[in-house]
């Protein structure tokens, strides 16, 4: 909702802005399982305490910046404080409540996730129309703030002794992440046939290289590859990463078509997007209704096409564009996320041994996050090559209407491939785990 008005008044391109969200969620992906170790070992409300302390104060600054390259640094600072908060706050609640209680608490954490994702873009709406942009970023640096005068009523739980973190493992597929994401980025304007995105590209691929080859010989892995053997587990997690590479890239750059090309203003453009947000909210019990009756293959796997479908349509989108016009379009994109949130996370650890269940659920949590931002980042850089950096009439809705119809073929491949990965049968791992 923001960056329009950042691009106004900061003077940066598509590709510069594109950083703001692109940073922070490829430093939120990268750090989250390290984090979690690192909560671990020093202790778990400590990393909370100084996740939620740097998201406030990076929030802060992200308000008081004056140009994008300092709002794009400290916006990369406040991921890793954000990855810092999430997993600790994970683990103090799995902690702290036990058997149905435990259930009750997760469930509400994912009623006050999903109730964000939904209203989030609405509200970032009326703050940048009400207060403008710096508001996205200060008032949800004051809520932090609130919360850390709540930390000292948390338990001080830690883990049992002897956890290592891997410090290698963490290096290595952090770096991979951000030479890839960078390439992705920065191609978009460069060209991806230019030296230093090419070399991009090819570090991205030694350093994941090197991760893999690291986390085979370490005794305590950041990741057990061995998992995704696990024909089940690998499943739902190509569902999952498919339908966010799909929703979420279109949650982040259709307000900036809303407000430049079909003239709405920041709080329209938030109202529009419920038609794409509410879904998210309101079919997640559906899906697990659906999920007692039917198979889960197919029902994950029509999660994922539902997505697509709704891709598809949205290249009917342009500068006359109504609610009417794009209610189906856009609830059915949410729908598939809709449908499958929380019921793919359970799915996937329970295809794992018990004792595999929290490694499971990290890499599980890691994968949707960081193909998330390697969709806005790919979609990013299309939308700047496409449009020629124009986010104006034409050029921004042809290219607009070129990514719809990528990402929709992209979904029908998913699908073909969740479906394929659920029919065969489960590795070990999945059957002693189910």
């Not at 000292?152 to 994401?181: E, M, N, Q, Y």
Request: hydrophobic share 55%; proline share 4%.
């Amino acid at each position: 909702m923001a960056l329009p008005d950042i691009r106004d008044d900061l003077g940066a391109g598509l590709t510069a802005s594109q950083w703001v969200i692109t940073g922070y969620n490829a430093c939120f992906a990268s750090f989250l399982v390290a984090m979690g170790s690192l909560a671990d070992v020093a202790g778990r409300r400590r990393i909370f305490a100084g996740g939620v302390a740097v998201f406030c104060a990076t929030g802060l600054a992200a308000a008081a910046s004056q140009d994008v390259l300092t709002l794009n640094a400290v916006r990369a600072l406040g991921g890793m404080g954000a990855a810092a908060a999430a997993t600790a706050g994970s683990a103090i609640l799995a902690a702290t409540f036990h058997g149905a209680a435990r259930v009750r608490a997760f469930g509400l954490l994912g009623t006050v996730l999903g109730m964000g994702l939904a209203f989030g873009p609405t509200v970032g709406g009326v703050l940048v129309e009400t207060l403008g942009w710096r508001a996205a970023f200060g008032v949800p640096a004051a809520v932090a703030g609130l919360v850390l005068v709540l930390v000292p009523r948390l338990p001080a739980a830690r883990a049992g002794a002897g956890r290592r973190i891997d410090w290698a493992g963490a290096v290595l597929f952090t770096s991979a992440l951000l030479a890839l994401i960078t390439s992705i980025v920065e191609g978009g304007e460069r060209g991806f046939g230019g030296p230093l995105v090419a070399g991009g590209f090819v570090a991205a691929a030694v350093l994941a290289a090197a991760f893999v080859a690291v986390e085979r010989r370490t005794g305590d892995p950041m990741f057990e590859l061995g998992l995704l053997g696990n024909r089940h587990f690998s499943s739902y997690a190509v569902a999952a990463g498919s339908i966010v590479f799909v929703l979420v890239p279109l949650l982040v750059y259709l307000p900036s078509y809303l407000i430049s090309v079909v003239g709405l203003d920041a709080g329209e453009a938030g109202a529009w997007l419920l038609m794409l947000t509410a879904p998210t909210v309101l079919l997640p019990m559906a899906g697990t209704a659906l999920a007692k009756r039917m198979p889960t293959g197919p029902l994950v796997a029509g999660s994922v096409a539902v997505t697509g479908v709704g891709a598809l349509l949205l290249v009917t989108i342009g500068p006359g564009s109504t609610p009417g016009s794009l209610a189906v379009p856009l609830a059915l994109t949410g729908a598939g996320f809709g449908l499958s949130t929380g019921l793919l996370d359970g799915l996937a650890v329970t295809a794992v041994r018990p004792d595999q269940a929290g490694t499971a659920s990290g890499m599980f949590s890691t994968a949707r996050l960081a193909t998330e931002t390697v969709g806005i980042a790919v979609v990013g850089a299309a939308l700047a090559a496409l449009s020629g950096d124009r986010l104006t009439g034409a050029h921004y809705t042809g290219a607009l209407r070129t990514v719809c119809v990528a990402l929709a073929l992209f979904s029908a491949v998913a699908t073909v491939c969740v479906l394929a990965l659920s029919r065969k049968p489960a590795g070990r791992g999945a059957a002693a785990g189910g």
